[in-house]
């Protein structure tokens, strides 16, 4: 089945810097690549995806890449701020597989003042 | 309007009893999910269902029996509840590979 492994676990930034996550999966036949926020005590909520025709994707300060020869995707956030505090989950999923997301371990990220 | 609840929002129960956690979903999606987030923060998916058809079952215990009467509502009942069954269980709800909406969660203590 499908692996996700998702680096770094914690990540501290000054406010206004970039962070990055990053992902790998294994299955080849992955070909949807969400990104879930999650914010203490609340469900995870999509906050990007991206599928397997496109190798970038952006949306104001958020953008994921995907290299699919690699199996690597990452999320980047630019210009953090304090409420971009949370645990980041990415996660794969492919047609025919039951429509199952397969998460990764998750991001604590924390954007100090 | 909440596209995906569920209820209890908390549970706490005894080890051994019987607990039931219900959702339903609004959007019209044909698979809902049932995933178990530990105190680690490990989302792990449990079950899927697809148009009330029982589609993932993951190596759960069986004593975790999901049900799902219609495409809208899937539901979970746990028999003999143990300590390690503690957790926070979110439903969710997508159409096709795409974007899953979740449940505000239901967080299972047992005693």
């Known amino acids: 089945g499908e692996n996700v492994e998702q680096h770094p676990s914690t990540l501290s930034v000054q406010e206004g810097d970039s962070a990055v996550i990053k992902c790998t999966y294994s299955?080849?036949?992955?070909?949807?690549f969400p990104w879930y926020k999650q914010e203490l005590g609340k469900r995870p909520q999509l906050i990007i995806d991206?599928?397997?025709?496109?190798g970038e994707k952006k949306d104001q300060r958020i953008a994921v890449t995907l290299n699919k020869t690699a199996k690597h995707f990452s999320l980047h956030i630019t210009e953090t701020q304090p409420e971009d505090s949370a645990v980041y989950f990415c996660?794969?999923?492919?047609?025919?597989?039951?429509?199952?997301?397969?998460f990764g371990t998750g991001t604590q990220l924390k954007v100090e003042l | 309007d909440t596209a995906v609840s569920q209820t209890p929002k908390y549970l706490v129960t005894q080890m051994g009893n019987d607990k039931s956690i219900k959702c339903e979903q609004n959007?019209?999606?044909?698979?809902m999910y049932w995933y178990k987030q530990d105190s680690k923060k490990f989302l792990k998916i449990m079950f899927s269902y697809n148009n009330k058809e029982l589609i993932i079952n993951e190596t759960v215990p069986n004593r975790f029996s999901p049900k799902s009467p219609d495409k809208a509502h899937l539901n979970l009942h746990i028999n003999s509840l143990e300590l390690g069954d503690s957790a926070v269980y979110f439903c969710a709800s997508s159409q096709g590979v795409a974007e899953g909406f979740f449940g505000q969660g239901t967080r299972l203590t047992v005693v």
């Open positions: 996660a794969a999923s492919f047609t025919g597989g039951g429509n199952k997301l397969t």
């Open positions: 959007l019209g999606h044909d698979t």
């Open positions: 991206i599928r397997s025709n496109v």
């Open positions: 299955d080849s036949a992955s070909n949807y």
